[in-house]
Nanobody, 124 residues
Framework: QVQLVESGGGLVQPGGSLRLSCTTS????????IAWFRQAPGKEREGVSC????????WYADSAKGRFSISIDSAENSVYLQMNDLRPEDTAVYYC?????????????????WGEGTLVTVSA
């Protein structure tokens, strides 16, 4: 069973930064599309960012542009989401997901594998 593991969440003040990590020992992440999603209480899941493993091509939701940066480290078999200038509205559980067809789904539909999530809380 494929297991993606997220880490790096926590409590941060508005304007602060966090770096989320997604890793696994079950897949070579640089052969997949790896996406970050988030879900806040009472809200639908939304795509935040995605990277096409073989090319490194990134995609960002409008809410993430200019503040978040996605990257992949093949040696560490990890995908990172650097989040800067965090806002209270960024508070959510963040999930990483992998798609073997190299498709970045904004809704998460069709992604093949998911992690269990890491909680990000932005609050003063």
């Amino acid at each position: 069973q494929v297991q993606l593991v997220e880490s790096g969440g926590g409590l941060v003040q508005p304007g602060g930064s966090l770096r989320l990590s997604c890793t696994t020992s079950d897949l070579n992440l640089d052969t997949y599309a790896i996406a970050w999603f988030r879900q806040a209480p009472g809200k639908e899941r939304e795509g935040v960012s995605c990277i096409i493993g073989p090319t490194g091509r990134p995609w960002y939701a409008d809410s993430a542009k200019g503040r978040f940066s996605i990257s992949i480290d093949s040696a560490e078999n990890s995908v990172y989401l650097q989040m800067n200038d965090l806002r209270p509205e960024d508070t959510a559980v963040y999930y990483c997901a992998a798609d073997r067809a190299l498709y970045c789904s904004g809704s998460g539909a069709g992604m093949d594998y998911w992690g269990e999530g890491t909680l990000v809380t932005v609050s003063a």
